[in-house]
């Protein structure tokens, strides 16, 4: 079965300062690949996916990330980290074909601090 | 284009008891998945429908159930709460229920049971 590890449960980040979320998939093949974002009490919003191509991906809000196949891995960033930014992280993954559905990390809570 | 609307936001149980949650698809999505997000955790799959028959189920006992109608709209029925079942309620609709149509979800119901 997928699965889908966060490795960080909380991170804090300076206002300004330079972000990177951390997201390993396991899977045979190389699924759909996905970044959520959810405020407290809210649903969730996409801000970037990888399906095939250019491995590194630019999202929504200034939003990047990078997928490396070798490593399993799809990496959020961000260059500079807005208070905004505050709120729980999501990567998700998506079997490639047919009738498919998310398998979702735990999630990353990022704090931005002033 | 109108969003995903979920009902009720918020709503209170007793154990035993029985609830309905309700979900509008997005204008053109015919495919209505539901996830359940307990406190601290990611969202996990319940089931999925595709033109009104469930074609898609994760690792949920069948007290939790659905129906998808034919405007495409869709309602969660879980019998016998238990307190377990607090979590947040999330729908997401579809096309055709393949990841690479992308996904929208509503903001979730959030379900407590006492």
């Known amino acids: 079965a997928q699965s889908v590890t966060q490795p960080d449960i909380h991170i804090t980040v300076s206002e300004g300062a330079s972000l990177e979320l951390r997201c390993n998939y396991s899977?045979?093949?190389?699924?759909?690949l996905f970044w959520y974002v959810q405020s407290p009490g809210q649903g969730l919003q996409l801000l970037l996916k990888?399906?095939?191509?250019?491995?590194l991906v630019q999202g929504i809000k200034g939003f990047e990330a990078e997928f490396k196949r070798s490593q399993s891995s799809f990496n959020l960033r961000k260059p500079s980290v807005h208070w905004s930014d505050a709120a729980e992280y999501f990567c998700a993954v998506a079997i490639r074909g047919g009738y498919s559905t998310l398998t979702f990390g735990k999630g990353t809570m990022l704090l931005v601090s002033p | 284009e109108t969003g995903v609307t979920q009902s009720p936001t918020h709503l209170i149980k007793t154990r035993g008891q029985q609830v309905t949650l309700r979900c509008s698809s997005q204008?053109?999505?015919?495919?209505v998945s539901w996830y359940q997000q307990a406190l601290g955790q990611g969202p996990q799959f319940i089931f999925q429908y595709y033109r009104e028959e469930e074609n898609g189920r994760g690792n949920f006992p069948p007290r939790f159930s659905g129906l998808q109608f034919p405007n495409y709209s869709s309602e969660l029925n879980v019998n016998a709460l238990e307190l377990d079942d607090s979590a947040l309620y999330l729908c997401?609709?579809?096309?055709?229920?393949?990841?690479?149509?992308?996904?929208?979800f509503g903001s979730g119901t959030r379900l407590t049971v006492v």
């Open positions: 990888y399906f095939s191509g250019d491995t």
């Open positions: 204008s053109g999505h015919n495919t």
């Open positions: 997401a609709s579809s096309l055709r229920g393949q990841a690479n149509y992308g996904y929208t």
């Open positions: 899977y045979g093949a190389t699924p759909y």
